[in-house]
């Protein structure tokens, strides 16, 4: 997400740019426009119907799944042992749903 240098809004994607309300824009190259992903739109006509489990509320990460080698993944921190010990990480491929943890 990046925001207006000239009036501090929000920069949204249209047509390879980046653009604002003020007026200012950002064009994407193609060596920069890899950081940005954009979903497809939805046609105001589709009736569409997420199921809870479709929907992905967690924040996501680069981390390589151990089961299909894709490397995007769900990811939140849960205090699994005494207070002074380090938070357990539980990751979920955004690929094949595979869940798995790490430990430090």
Known sequence: MEFCPNCGAMLLPKDNKLECSCGYSKDLSETNSDQY??????KENDNVIMKGED???????????????????AYEL??????????????QCLKCKHKWREYD
């Not at 992903?37 to 939805?42: F, R």
């Open 55 to 73: 929907m992905n509320l967690l924040p996501t990460t680069k981390e390589i799944c151990p089961k299909c080698g894709y490397n995007k993944a």
């Open 78 to 91: 849960r205090q699994t042992r005494s207070a002074d010990e380090a938070e357990t990480r539980f990751f």
């Open 37 to 42: 992903e954009v979903a497809a739109k939805v």
